[in-house]
DNA sequence: ATTTTCGAGATTTTT
DNA sequence: TCTCGAAAAT
């Protein structure tokens, strides 16, 4: 098979420069992922690259199973190399080298649910309140301060042993210290990296081992980048180490899909390209093959309220459909439910493919109304994010059981020694800690000591330990798949879901045994405990539920990179698409880019919905602004919504505008500039205190950071 | 005195 | 679904 078969020029081009600098600057539905998918097949079929000489980047591990299974059957080889996330990557570069940073090679990653019970723990052996700091403000905090003083972070802390931490934390006196090394010491007590860590530390390996960061430069002939607009900093310096020697790089974007900036993405990084990368080519890829002219049309004209874009049209490719988006209004949100339900009814016809219609949302909360309604109506339904399986409840804790196995780590002990319920509450855990605390162990070793004590005589912590115990002596002999059996058995975890009937986890259970089971027999070598909770880190995502004929839920920011025949999009309402906590114009941008990716998702058709009522802050719901700017005859309306509604939601939607950009005027700076002050010198801007009118700012020659008021002077740097 | 249970209220987006 | 606070249960 000709790998350039069936692709138009661009994308040709794009598969076929291989040496140098590329840029493909693409539009949604492009063919993008396509040419991306026949430029890897390119590279080996033609040019006899190794697979694993190949880096290719996209955005989730889902999108990375989807590639590697295309690439499979292009190829017909079983090796396809590093097709992952950065994260993946580096989960993978670091069980190879951390070692020589002196960090153990067996850790534990992180997930943001991790630090908060770690951030919680924090807050009450320290006193600090969430009205001080929020969980999310406090994570934001730390991720900002390892930013900035890596690599020396690195260095004093991460190799620093954990007693000459745990004084650091011990001494500190402002909250932001606090936290910070507190942190850092809980972290390092349980093995763990947050996803910040697994960059970061790669980074601080190539900046101080040249020998390693030499070896995988010489490895990865080439790397290539999936959903550029959308990657930050720290992957952008991985990506420019990882490249430096080969130099041979492409990167692929849409800057009108840029939906990450709150996480730290840049678009900039993909419009200079070829400032940082001088000779780039690019490439544009315009032409869409995935909607019908209809929808583009709503595309274009929705996106083109953006002030700040480059301009650029999608041109169809395929024929008029003779079908108008339609815009939804309804009462409340049961009807927007019961409208889709309907509709998908009415347009599955006789084959009812549910799984032609996707139902996407702003924020998950949405998903609940939708689920009671669909039940109710026996309409099956799959949600595809939200808690993802390998973040359910049920997953985390059975997996936690097999990790307090192998490493006896405080967070798996913390999160499974109550469940199911043994009566070690809030206050013997308390006296747990206080033991470890003050002897300088493990919550394990602590509860070793105290289950013989009387505070701990009403409860069932000697069966816990024995299990323990008992679980570890045969961790060595019998399959992960029998312990985990024995584990949930024994512990009396199933036997709590069954008591409470509750067969949606126990089918959760049942399908991780499978997975475990599966990796067992498929991965054949190394199949100790130790290895498969790494191997678990890297995984995600077991059943993406394509398989079902139901219809799909997801959020908007799923979406992404996805299509489907016919798509919904509910609950079009003004503080919740655009989100009530957009509070800036750029954000208000961003929404709309976001709104602009929904839309392009379609290929065949699209409906909006909406609904009256209020919402839980008791301000009446107007129709969403996007909905009102698109160009009234690319959108039919059904019904047409009350005159005087769309008055009011105009005007509400222009008031709202004017106080966006009015704020705009008032805070010059925005966080993370860089700026100096008469008397204190350079610092950051780490955040904007509204409420007071001032900046906060993190002064390189202080050590905590400063309330400075608007008023004060301040330059730009 | 502690733990558990039960009901009410709230929710941006995620590697 | 998840978290928080108050009442019930041990």
Redesign the pocket.
């Known amino acids: 098979m000709d790998l350039l078969d069936g692709l138009n020029d661009a994308q040709r081009e794009a598969v076929t420069t291989t040496e140098g600098y590329v840029r493909v600057l693409a539009g949604a539905g492009s063919g993008k992922t396509r040419a991306l998918t026949r430029r890897f097949a390119y590279l080996v079929g033609e040019l006899g690259v190794l697979p694993s000489n190949i880096l290719c980047v996209t ?4 999108a990375a199973n989807e590639m590697r299974r295309r690439i499979r059957a292009l190829t017909g080889d079983n090796d396809t190399g590093f097709i ?5 990557f580096c989960v993978t570069l670091l069980q190879e080298e951390a070692h020589a940073v002196g960090y153990p090679e067996k850790f534990i990653v992180l ?3 991790d630090i ?1 019970a770690m951030l ?1 723990l924090i807050y009450e052996e320290r006193g600090l309140t ?1 009205r001080q700091m929020t969980f ?1 403000d406090a994570r934001d905090r730390i991720e900002m301060r390892k930013n900035k003083y890596e690599p020396r972070y690195y260095e004093d802390l991460i190799a620093l042993p954990l007693d000459r931490l745990k004084e650091k934390y011990d001494r500190a006196t402002e909250p932001a210290d606090i936290i910070f090394y507190g942190y850092l010491y809980q972290e390092k007590k349980c093995f763990g990296l947050d ?2 860590d697994l960059l970061l530390f790669t980074l601080h390996i190539f900046d101080t081992d040249e020998e390693i960061r030499l070896k995988w430069q010489r490895r990865l002939e080439y790397v290539m980048i999936d959903e550029f607009q959308d990657i ?1 900093k720290p992957q952008y310096r991985l990506m420019r180490a990882l490249c430096a020697y080969h130099r041979n790089l492409f990167v692929v974007g849409d800057p009108d899909q840029t ?2 900036t ?2 730290g993405a840049d678009v900039r990084f993909l419009l200079d390209f070829e400032k940082e990368f001088p000779g780039t080519r690019t490439i544009y890829m315009t032409e869409n093959y995935r909607s019908t002219p209809e929808i583009l049309a709503l595309a274009d004209s929705l996106i083109s309220h953006n002030r700040v874009r480059a301009e650029k049209n999608l041109i169809p490719v395929r024929p008029a459909s003779g079908e108008t988006p339609v815009w939804f209004h309804e009462k409340s949100p049961a009807d927007e439910a019961l409208r889709i339900v309907r509709t998908v009814r009415a347009l599955a016809g006789e084959e009812e493919n549910f799984s032609d219609f996707t139902v996407l949302y ?5 998903s ?1 109304t939708l ?1 009671e309604v669909f039940l109710r109506e026996k309409m099956p339904y799959y949600i595809y ?4 399986f390998y ?3 049920e997953i985390k804790d059975a997996l936690s059981y097999l990790r307090l196995v192998a490493f006896r780590d405080d967070l798996s002990f913390a999160r499974v020694v ?1 469940r ?12 747990l800690r206080e033991y470890a605390e003050k002897n300088g162990c493990s919550l394990w070793q602590a509860l070793r000591v105290c289950a013989e004590t009387e ?1 701990f005589a ?2 069932q912590a000697r069966a816990f330990l024995r299990l323990i115990e008992d679980c570890a002596e045969r961790a060595g002999k019998a399959p992960i798949s029998e312990l985990l059996s024995y584990l949930l058995d024994k512990s009396g975890y199933e036997h709590a879901l069954r008591t409470e009937g ?1 067969n ?2 126990l089918d959760n259970l049942a399908e991780l045994k499978q997975a475990v089971y599966e990796y067992e027999t498929t991965c054949g070598e190394e199949t100790d405990l130790a290895s498969y909770l790494e191997h678990v880190a890297l995984y ?1 995502a077991a059943d993406d539920g394509t398989s079902r004929n139901a219809v799909r839920f ?5 979406a992404k990179g996805l299509e489907f025949p016919n798509v919904f999009l509910v609950s079009m309402s003004d503080s919740i698409f655009p ?1 009530k ?3 800036s114009a750029a ?1 208000m941008e ?2 709309r880019r ?1 709104a602009f990716v929904a839309v392009t998702r379609a290929r065949d058709r699209l409906f909006f919905t909406d609904s009256e009522g209020r919402g ?2 008791g301000d009446y719901r107007y129709p969403s602004r996007f909905l009102l700017e698109i160009d009234r005859p690319l959108l039919s309306r059904e019904p047409e919504p009350d005159e005087a509604l769309l008055r009011d939601a105009a005007q509400a939607a222009a008031q709202s505008e004017k106080l966006l950009a009015a704020r705009e005027g008032t805070t010059e700076f925005a966080v993370g500039e860089r700026i100096r002050h008469a008397v204190m010198g350079e610092g950051t801007v780490v955040g904007i205190d509204d409420r007071q009118g001032a900046y906060l700012i993190q002064f390189d020659i202080l050590p905590t950071e400063r309330r400075i008021s608007f008023k004060v002077r301040l330059e730009r740097v």
Not at 84 to 88: A, D, E, G, K, L
Not at 554 to 558: A, S
Request: proline share 3%.
């Open positions: 955005f989730t591990n889902k992952c996330t950065f994260h993946s997930d943001n649910a908060d919680a969430l999310s996803y910040n930050d939906i990450y709150w996480r702003r924020s998950h909360f949405i609940r689920e994010s939200g808690t993802q973040d359910r409840a109550n199911p319920k043994r009566n070690i509450g809030e206050r013997r855990m308390r006296a505070l009403p409860t509750d949606n986890r995600s997801m959020t908007v920011h799923t989100s906590k957009t509070d954000a961003e929404e976001l839980h802050d």
